[in-house]
């Protein structure tokens, strides 16, 4: 199993440009996450996807879109990248375990929007 | 308030125990966690308890629970190099729709050789 995985590892933008940011779970879990984390802030919630066909906002939702292309892939896109949307960005997938509900991560992506 | 508190720094003597304490904001969260993450890499899941726990043992790690204090520590035995990461605290509110998961800002952990 790979787990999460996600790409780039690396992208540099321009403000203004458009990117989709990728990620992928083999586990078979039902719910996907899209966080950043900004030095000092901690992670984020932008948006989760419960289940296959369903999406919600997070906590900073603004300035991205979300695809939940099947029960696999989760996608970030940024229409219109701005120098504030420089970050980290991680994936993470959820499964039930012992009861609890378990988020796993992936590696993530490092995006400077210039 | 509505943040889960955490100090931003921690440095230990390897060897020694270290104590990372979290401050969480809702009293019937039914489930607390603790992850790990190295330089460069994602969040690894350490360790989580119950909301009806009050003490979680997992070899060096002991999660302890103060529901009435709203307080959740992390003790790490016999810290080694290989502990130096970011800590985070995160804790699943009730009514949180898909399992959300609020994370405190982290606590790096320095151990020093």
């Known amino acids: 199993n790979a787990g999460v995985t996600q790409t780039p590892k690396f992208q540099v933008l321009k403000t203004g440009q458009s990117m989709t940011l990728q990620c992928a779970q083999d586990?078979?879990?039902?719910?996907m996450y899209w966080y950043r984390q900004d030095p000092g802030m901690g992670l984020r919630l932008i948006y989760y996807?419960?289940?296959?066909?369903?999406?919600d906002k997070g906590e900073v939702p603004n300035g991205y879109n979300v695809s939940r292309l099947n029960k696999r892939e989760f996608s970030l896109r940024l229409e219109s990248a701005a120098p504030s949307q420089t970050s980290v960005y991680f994936c993470?997938?959820?499964?039930?375990?012992?009861?609890?509900?378990?988020?796993?991560f992936g590696p993530g992506t490092r995006l400077l929007v210039l | 308030g509505e943040d889960v508190e955490q100090s931003l720094f921690l440095s230990v003597r390897e060897g020694d125990s270290s104590v990372i304490n979290c401050t969480y904001t809702?009293?019937?969260?039914?489930?607390l966690y603790w992850y790990k993450q190295e330089p460069g890499a994602g969040l690894q899941l350490l360790t989580y308890?119950?909301?009806?726990?009050d003490m979680k043992q997992d070899q060096r790690l002991t999660v302890l629970l103060n529901k009435k204090d709203k307080h959740l520590s992390l003790r790490i035995a016999d810290t080694q190099t290989g502990d130096s990461a970011i800590y985070f605290c995160?804790?699943?509110?009730?009514?949180?729709?898909?399992?959300?998961?609020?994370f405190g800002k982290g606590t790096k952990l320095s151990v020093i050789p």
């Open positions: 993470a997938s959820s499964a039930q375990t012992g009861g609890a509900e378990t988020q796993y």
């Open positions: 586990m078979n879990h039902n719910s």
């Open positions: 996807s419960a289940s296959e066909g369903t999406t």
């Open positions: 809702d009293s019937s969260s039914t489930y």
């Open positions: 308890i119950f909301s009806n726990m």
């Open positions: 995160a804790e699943r509110r009730s009514g949180a729709g898909s399992y959300q998961l609020t």
